[in-house]
Every structure is written in structure tokens, then in C-alpha cells.
């Protein structure tokens, strides 16, 4: 069985970083392109970051130069640090599984507030 | 970037009736379309990839058409559990996998 969670998140002040990981079962995360997808409160998805296998990365560009997503092999964990956090970085931030671009498998999220 | 447009916002159905929902998108984007079901407080859930392949699990009342720029996802039989924000993503060009706005699917 997949399973994948989302810690880290929490209320930060604009301005401050966080780092989100996701501990992966069931998948290994090095082998498998693995997003980040967030959505604000009450709104749709928005895609943010993914990782691909042979380690390229790619960003939204709302997040470009202020996020990095990385991952832990060892530990079979992805891992989304965000700095520079604004207000509107607010949402839940989801990870999952990317099949060629398809999300079929999610964590169950984590909420990131940015406010003062 | 390929914008994806879903209608109608909110649709209001009866349980048992048939829910037919739209996504259109900017550019074509073949059959490289997906739709994910969210419940209130849950993780989306893969329905249909393909444009019309279910996903793993998924009732066969759920099914998917449509190519090019215009997609479709219809339920055939509303159960009480159906009902939910529907979004579709395209992933012709990917990344970013845009999603649409979502359709709110209630009970009428």
C-alpha cells in the first residue's frame, strides 16, 4: 500500500522560510517523479514543484527562486524548503506521486499559514 | 501556459440522475487530460487519465471523452458519495500540469 506524509507545515511570518517533508512507503521516491501541489484556502490546485528521477527540477513560476524541492533517498523522503514565505503562499500543501504529469497517488496535506 | 476552463461552476443534480461535466483548454492538449475528485478535508483522488482510462479502483459509472480542446466527465448513476469538487489537469505540456477551477458537484 502507498502511503505518503506531509509534515512541517504551520504559521510562519511573511518573510520566514519552513521546510516540508514528505515520508514516502510503498513508493521509492528516487525512482518516481514526485510534485508538490498546493491549494489556498477554499480554492482549486495549483501545481508548484516537481523532481524528476534523474534529479532535474522544475518550479511554478509564483514560487521560482524562493522554493527548492529536493529529496532523501535513505530516508525514502521528499522535501519542499520554501523561504521567503508571502502571504499568499498560504494553502495546503499536498505531495505526490507524478506519472508523466498524471498525481495518482497524494498525502493528505499540510497547512501553511503565512500571516503576521 | 495552457489555461484549462471547467463548467459549470457549481452543478446541482439528484442522486440516481446523470452529471455530465466540462473542461475545455486553451490549446490542444490530446488526450493528455485527467480528472481528480476532492472531498471536503481529503486529498484529491485520481478518477480518469487518458482522457478516458480509469484509474485503479474507480466505479465504472465514472467515465471520460473527449480529445483536443474539449473533455468531458460523466456519472452515470449520482451516488450520495459522488458528490464533491471535480477538477481536470492537462499534462500535454508538463510541467506545470495546470489544473482547471474545479465544478462543484451538490446534491439538488
Known amino acids: 500500500e502507498v502511503q505518503m506524509v506531509e509534515t512541517g507545515g504551520g504559521l510562519i511570518q511573511p518573510g520566514g522560510s519552513l521546510r516540508l517533508s514528505c515520508a514516502a512507503s510503498?513508493?521509492?521516491?528516487?525512482?518516481?517523479?514526485m510534485a508538490w501541489v498546493r491549494q489556498a484556502p477554499g480554492k482549486g490546485l495549483e501545481w508548484v514543484s516537481i523532481?524528476?528521477?534523474?534529479?532535474?527540477?522544475y518550479y511554478a513560476d509564483s514560487v521560482k527562486g524562493r522554493f527548492t524541492i529536493s529529496r532523501d533517498n535513505s530516508k525514502n523522503t521528499l522535501y519542499l524548503q520554501m523561504n521567503s514565505l508571502r502571504v499568499e503562499d498560504t494553502a495546503v500543501y499536498y505531495c505526490?506521486?507524478?506519472?508523466?504529469?498524471?498525481?495518482?497517488?497524494w498525502g493528505q496535506g499540510t497547512l501553511v499559514t503565512v500571516s503576521s | 501556459e495552457i489555461v484549462m476552463t471547467q463548467s459549470p461552476a457549481t452543478l446541482s443534480v439528484s442522486p440516481g440522475e446523470r452529471a455530465t461535466l466540462s473542461c475545455r483548454a486553451s490549446?490542444?492538449?490530446?488526450?493528455?487530460l485527467a480528472w481528480y475528485q476532492q472531498k471536503p478535508g481529503q486529498a484529491p483522488r485520481l478518477l480518469i487519465y487518458?482522457?478516458?482510462t480509469r484509474a485503479t479502483g474507480i466505479p465504472a459509472r465514472f467515465s471520460g471523452s473527449g480529445s483536443g480542446t474539449e473533455f468531458t466527465l460523466t456519472i452515470s448513476s449520482l451516488q450520495s458519495e459522488d458528490f464533491a469538487v471535480y477538477y481536470c489537469?492537462?499534462?500535454?505540456?508538463?510541467?506545470?500540469?495546470?489544473f482547471g477551477q474545479g465544478t462543484k458537484l451538490e446534491i439538488k
Open positions: 505526490a506521486r507524478s506519472l508523466l504529469g498524471v498525481n495518482d497517488y
Open positions: 510503498g513508493v521509492t521516491v528516487n525512482n518516481n517523479y
Open positions: 523532481i524528476y528521477t534523474d534529479g532535474r527540477t
Open positions: 490549446h490542444s492538449v490530446i488526450i493528455n
Open positions: 487518458g482522457a478516458s
Open positions: 489537469q492537462q499534462y500535454n505540456n508538463w510541467p506545470p500540469g495546470t
